[in-house]
C-alpha cells in the first residue's frame, strides 16, 4: 500500500511544496544536461543528412565512369519499315550517313513429307541422322559441307514411337538444329522440318535407316529422308538463305536479319527487301551524358543548400543553425567546392580544362548551374574532350584526374572509416554518452538531495506541531485560572 504524507497537517507547514519547489531549483544544471543532450542529437541528426546528400553525389559522379554513357548515338531510317537500326550498348558508334538497299532477308531451310492420314500413322523403327552444313553446287545442288563446330545427331526410333506424332516429338528432343512440326493441308497430315536458324550454313540433310528396310524408298523412316544432292522423300519448301544489303555501294551478307558489325556501333535489323536504296542517319546522342550532368549539379546543389543551412547564422533572429561554427562542416564544404574551381590538366583536355568550359558554372550562393547552349555546342563539337573533362586522366594528381571522377574519391575519403564525418559523428556520441552518465549521476544525487529535504522538513514540521502543542496548553491553562 502506498505510504500518505501528512506532513504540516497541524504544523501549518506546507513541507510538500517547499521540498517541490527547492528541488526545481537544484534540479537545473538537469535543465542544462537535457538541453546539451538535445543539441548533441540535433548535430549527429544534421552530419547524418549530410552524409546521406554526400553519398547521392558520390552516386551521382560515379555514373561518369560508366562506358555505357559516352558514344551513344541515334539513327533514323528514311523508311523505318525496312530496317529497325538501334545503338549497340556498351559500343561508341560513328555518326555518319548511309544508304541502304535489302536485296535478300535471311531465310531457314523447311521441308515437309509427303501426306499422311492420321498424325497416328506408323512408319519403321530404325534411326534418323540430321546434320547441319550447307549445301554446295549451285541448284541443284551437288554437295554438302558439314557446319563447321556442329555434328551430326542420330535419333533412334524404337517400338511404340512410330508414329508421326511420337517422331516429332523425338526430333524435338534432340536439339538437333531443327525443329518438327505437323501440318494438316487439303491432302493429309504432313511432318514438317525447319532449321532453328537462318542462314545458309544452317541447312540440313536427314538421313534414314530403317530396321527392316522393306527396299521401297518413301516408305517407313526412309519417308522423311532428304537429300538435295541425292534421293529425297520429302520435299525441300524453303531453301537455307543469308540476308544480302548494299551499305554505300558495299553487298554484304549475313546468316541472320541483323547485321551488329557493319555500321559502328550500330544494330540493323533487316525487315524487308526494297527496290532501291533508302536513307539511314546515325548521329551522336549525348542525352545520357546531359541527363547525369544535371542530375550531378542537383545533388551537389542540394548537399551545398544543406550545407549552408545546417551551419548559417540568421542575423535577424540572432540564432544559429544546429552546426553553426563546426570546423568539421566548413572543412567538408571546403573540399567539395575545391573540386569545382581546380582545372583539369590531363591527357585529352583539349580547350576544355574546366566545368565553366562546358557551360556549368559557379552561382552566388556557391551552388552549381548550366547554360544548355553552351554545354550543347561543347558535346557537339568536342565530345571527347568533354569525355576526358569528367572521366579521364591517369590520377596521378588532382589536375590529371576528370572531375567527377574527384567527387567521387573525395566522397569516399570523407565519408571513410576515417573520414571526417565518421570521426566527428564518433566525437558527438561519445559527448551523447558523457551527458548521460552525469545525469544518471546527477539524477541518484537529486534523490538523496531530496529524502534530506523531506527529513529535515519533517523534523522541522514535527517540532512546529509540539510547540504548537505547548502553546495551546498554556493558553487553556491562562484561561481557566482567568475564569476562576
Known amino acids: 500500500m502506498a505510504s500518505i504524507t501528512a506532513?504540516?497537517?497541524?504544523?501549518?507547514?506546507?513541507?510538500?511544496?517547499?521540498?517541490?519547489?527547492?528541488?526545481?531549483?537544484?534540479?537545473?544544471?538537469?535543465?542544462?544536461?537535457?538541453?546539451?543532450?538535445?543539441?548533441?542529437?540535433?548535430?549527429?541528426?544534421?552530419?547524418?543528412k549530410i552524409q546521406s546528400a554526400l553519398s547521392t553525389l558520390r552516386t551521382k559522379s560515379a555514373a561518369f565512369t560508366s562506358s555505357s554513357m559516352w558514344g551513344k548515338t541515334s539513327t533514323t531510317l528514311s523508311d523505318p519499315t525496312i530496317a529497325t537500326a538501334t545503338p549497340i550498348l556498351g559500343k561508341n558508334g560513328a555518326s555518319g550517313s548511309y544508304s541502304l538497299q535489302v536485296d535478300a532477308l535471311a531465310a531457314a531451310q523447311s521441308t515437309s513429307s509427303r501426306a499422311f492420314s492420321a498424325s497416328t500413322d506408323t512408319l519403321s523403327e530404325g534411326s534418323l541422322t540430321i546434320e547441319l552444313g550447307r549445301w554446295t553446287g549451285g541448284s541443284p545442288a551437288t554437295g554438302f559441307t558439314p557446319k563447321s563446330g556442329s555434328s551430326a545427331v542420330t535419333i533412334s526410333i524404337g517400338a511404340g514411337e512410330t508414329s508421326l506424332d511420337k517422331i516429332r516429338d523425338k526430333i524435338n528432343a534432340a536439339n538437333a538444329g531443327v525443329t518438327a512440326g505437323l501440318v494438316t493441308d487439303a491432302s493429309g497430315v504432313r511432318l514438317t522440318l525447319r532449321s532453328a536458324s537462318t542462314g545458309e550454313e544452317n541447312a540440313f540433310r536427314v538421313q534414314?535407316?530403317?530396321?527392316?528396310?522393306?527396299?521401297?524408298?518413301?516408305?517407313?523412316?526412309?519417308?522423311?529422308?532428304?537429300?538435295?544432292?541425292?534421293?529425297?522423300?520429302?520435299?525441300?519448301?524453303?531453301?537455307?538463305?543469308?540476308?544480302?544489303?548494299?551499305?554505300?555501294?558495299?553487298?554484304?551478307?549475313?546468316?541472320?536479319?541483323?547485321?551488329?558489325?557493319?555500321?559502328?556501333?550500330?544494330?540493323?535489323?533487316?525487315?524487308?527487301?526494297?527496290?532501291?536504296?533508302?536513307?539511314?542517319?546515325?548521329?551522336?546522342?549525348?542525352?545520357?551524358v546531359k541527363t547525369a550532368l544535371q542530375e550531378f549539379v542537383t545533388a551537389y546543389n542540394s548537399l551545398n543548400d544543406l550545407i549552408r543551412s545546417e551551419s548559417k547564422y540568421d542575423a535577424a533572429t540572432k540564432t544559429g543553425g544546429k552546426l553553426q561554427g563546426d570546423r568539421t562542416v566548413w572543412d567538408i564544404q571546403g573540399k567539395i567546392r575545391s573540386q569545382v574551381i581546380q582545372p583539369f590538366t590531363g591527357a585529352g583536355s583539349g580547350s576544355l580544362g574546366t566545368l565553366s568550359d562546358i557551360g556549368i558554372s559557379v552561382t552566388s550562393t556557391g551552388g552549381l548551374e548550366i547554360k544548355a547552349s553552351k554545354l550543347d555546342a561543347a558535346l557537339a563539337t568536342n565530345p571527347a574532350q568533354v569525355k576526358a573533362l569528367l572521366s579521364g586522366g591517369d590520377e596521378s594528381s588532382i589536375g590529371s584526374t576528370g572531375l567527377m571522377t574527384r567527387f567521387r574519391k573525395i566522397a569516399d575519403q570523407i565519408q571513410g572509416t576515417d573520414g571526417a564525418l565518421e570521426s566527428r559523428t564518433t566525437g558527438l556520441r561519445s559527448q551523447l554518452k558523457r551527458n548521460a552518465d552525469r545525469q544518471g549521476a546527477f539524477e541518484l544525487r537529486m534523490t538523496t538531495v531530496e529524502a534530506r529535504m523531506r527529513a529535515q522538513y519533517g523534523s522541522l514540521d514535527q517540532r512546529m506541531n509540539g510547540i504548537n502543542s505547548m502553546s495551546n496548553a498554556v493558553s487553556l491553562m491562562i484561561q481557566s485560572m482567568y475564569s476562576n
Open 208 to 288: 534414314a535407316s530403317e530396321s527392316s528396310d522393306d527396299g521401297v524408298d518413301g516408305t517407313g523412316l526412309s519417308a522423311l529422308a532428304y537429300d538435295a544432292a541425292g534421293t529425297s522423300s520429302m520435299t525441300r519448301n524453303q531453301a537455307a538463305r543469308n540476308a544480302q544489303a548494299v551499305i554505300n555501294g558495299l553487298t554484304v551478307t549475313s546468316a541472320s536479319n541483323t547485321l551488329d558489325t557493319v555500321v559502328e556501333g550500330v544494330s540493323i535489323k533487316l525487315n524487308k527487301t526494297t527496290t532501291s536504296a533508302i536513307d539511314m542517319t546515325v548521329a551522336s546522342d549525348p542525352g545520357d
Open 7 to 48: 506532513s504540516g497537517l497541524a504544523s501549518g507547514l506546507d513541507v510538500n511544496s517547499i521540498v517541490t519547489q527547492l528541488m526545481t531549483i537544484e534540479r537545473q544544471p538537469l535543465v542544462t544536461m537535457k538541453k546539451e543532450e538535445t543539441a548533441i542529437n540535433a548535430k549527429i541528426s544534421s552530419f547524418g
